[in-house]
């Protein structure tokens, strides 16, 4: 029976028939039938497709004939082929075979087209910033403890002599005695961590404090002196221990290989512009991720004060020296990777208000005046 | 008539018949890429948001979609080539190649744990060099092969029938004769290696031809070498067309030999414009970038002659896309210019 719409439209096109053994270009004549494809050869041959063999090689986008293949499963073995240069074609096939003939697709109309195109990108560049705010880190987070820590202390022990060469340490016996027992007062409050924590001083006077990974911590001169009282220096290196206790040298390094990976993955061999973009999300991410890690260290830094019973307050204080320095532009060094001043001052505020710790005394017979100023 | 049989069933658009006085006309088969930036920027954006979300997986299919696109884009005389290779072997293919380098990497670096003995540091080295060295003819071999044996024109698929053997010690010889002679030796031995590439590629049951000399290049190599200064690198654009030039007119097929017009002016255009949009645009261009090489490259490039397309037959081979994906490891492309 024939519906309306059927008895207008086409069903017999030319086209030309390639065998898959030769070259020879056949000219047929293809009937559109609802299940099938009839085939009329030139040599009065005829041939028939049932629809669910027949796949669609090309058609899809503008400037292609319509291809459509039969057989040759295997990648190996060659299909027979029909090719139609009306891409009307498609549209008559896709009214006549109906449900079959869905997957036989022409090229999409314009504003379909900017529809596809436009939720690509959106969705991309979601995924994207998904990917940078939550994917990576959580990955990173993930992956961290699977890296044993003697990886790390045997990386940091053999960048130390670059961090602090042996001419430039403050070798002086009672400086390097109270910073030890500094450090070792801070330590005894994490006694279940895997890392054993040794700060070198180096008479540099760029206003600098650093952390390698597996243990190595390294305080400048200048900002050694900078400090009033021992509670001060103890607030920059909880500060510093913190970032090795949570790895986060570890962490930065698996996200920028999980960054590159994925770059290199999107833009598959164009070596050139992936090493491009690397270098370009490296950029766009690291001040992001090091904001989240300098609030982390500030955080877990203070509790760490507080577990050794050292008076928190000194941090406080130290961080509004670091800001009278930020003022006369002393310590581009410190804080180009640091957040803002202010807003570390009153998280710390903020968090001295929940938990209240009575302190002990910091290195109560040492005078710290004269001792933060010496050197060899 | 002789002609029908000839050129059996190719359309006349695209290939007409050039006489000169004196000689018999013969026929010009043309090719085309008839491809848009546009079409090709809606494969890239599906593409980037499909191996994102699938943290990079999806990039084999990519790739896949991306060639059917061009392949199918691609005519000669009139008929399109096909791409007919799977995202699931490149997949694979991935995976093995991987494998065969991981463990080159893991082998020689864990070599010289096994004792203190200063010599095993050294020797490790030389077994990473050696095997990285025997694993790009290694590369080059298996991308023409897999490459080749996935493509079709007329439901005929191409095959590459080189062997490795043969190609490694062309491949040795020629990187240590360069060596010796302090580079001179370098265009002789890439047409070497062009040559075995050419007449080991068949189309259906019949073969390329190459019948270029590499001595027929010392002498613009050499002046191109002392001009890369004071030119600033540019000269060499003047000698990639030229070689480009050269290699495709001592190449034939059956009786007909390719012809190129390329030009080292054309060709820098095309180059300065490409990188202008992939720089101004962040990448995002590099579709149109993709049509605009295509483009150049199939409409600088004929083939004149009489082809007998009569006697071509289906000559199916297998091959694994191992070496393709080595030559992606390795960032290299199997056939350049």
Known sequence: MLTPSQTTLRTSWPGHYFD???????????????????????????????YHEVTQAQGAYGNEPVRLERGGPRAETAPEALVVDDPAFLLALQKIAREEARRFAGPLDRRSRLQVILLATLGSIAAITAIIVWG?????????????????????????PQLAPAEGRCTNGRLRESVDKLVMRLAAARPASPYRFHVTVVDSPVFNAYAAPGGQIVIHRTLLKSTKTPEELAGVLAHEMQHILQRH??????????????????????????????????????????????????????RLLQAARIDPAGMVRFFETLKKHTGEGAVPGYLSTHPETDERIAAMKALAAELAVQPDPLLPDVKWDEVKNLCR | MKMGTITDGITKNSSELESSPGTAPFP????????????????FIINLLKTIVTFGIYSFWAKVRTRQYLWSQSEFAGDRFGFHGTGRELFIGWF?????????????????????????????????????????????????????????????????????????????????????????????????????????????????????????????FALTLLLTIPTL??????????????????????AARFHSTVTAGSLLGLYAVNLALIVISLGLALPWATVRTKRYDLEHLVLRGPVDLNHITQQAQTATPVGEELADLFNMDALPG
């Open chain 1, 136 to 160: 990576i880190p959580a990955l990173a987070e993930l992956a961290a403890p699977l890296v044993p820590t003697s990886w790390e202390t045997a990386f940091g022990d053999a960048i130390a």
């Open chain 2, 96 to 220: 093995k190649a991987a494998v065969l380098f991981g463990g080159l990497v893991a082998l020689t670096n864990l070599l010289p744990f096994l004792s203190d003995e200063p010599w095993l540091d050294v020797v490790s080295q030389l077994i990473f060099l050696g095997g990285f060295m025997a694993l790009i003819p290694l590369a080059i071999i298996g991308s023409m092969r897999y490459r080749l044996s996935r493509t079709s024109w007329r439901g005929i698929r191409f095959t590459f029938r080189g062997r490795y053997q043969p190609f490694l010690r062309l491949w040795v010889r020629g990187l240590f004769l360069t060596g010796l002679s302090l580079g001179l030796y370098y265009p002789v031995y890439r047409t070497n290696t062009r040559r075995f590439l050419v007449e080991h590629t068949f189309f259906g049951s019949a073969p390329f031809r190459f019948n270029g000399n590499g001595g027929d290049l010392l002498v613009r």
């Open chain 1, 249 to 302: 040298a570890t962490k930065a390094l698996i996200r920028d290989l999980s960054m590159a990976a994925i770059v290199a993955a999107v833009f598959g061999d164009v070596s050139g512009i992936g090493a491009f973009a690397v270098q370009g999300a490296r950029t766009l991410t690291t001040l992001h991720y090091n904001r989240q890690t300098e609030e982390e260290a500030d955080r877990e830094g203070f």
């Open chain 2, 28 to 43: 010009i088969h043309r090719l085309a890429f008839h491809g848009s930036g546009e079409d090709l920027f809606d494969i």
């Open chain 2, 233 to 254: 690198g540019l000269i060499w654009v003047w000698y990639a067309a030229h070689q480009r030039r050269y290699y495709w007119d001592h190449t034939s097929f059956a």
């Open chain 1, 20 to 50: 898959g053994r030769t070259t020879t270009r056949h000219q047929v004549t293809i009937t559109l039938e609802p299940s099938g494809l009839e085939l009329h050869l030139a040599d009065g041959s005829r041939s028939w497709w049932p």
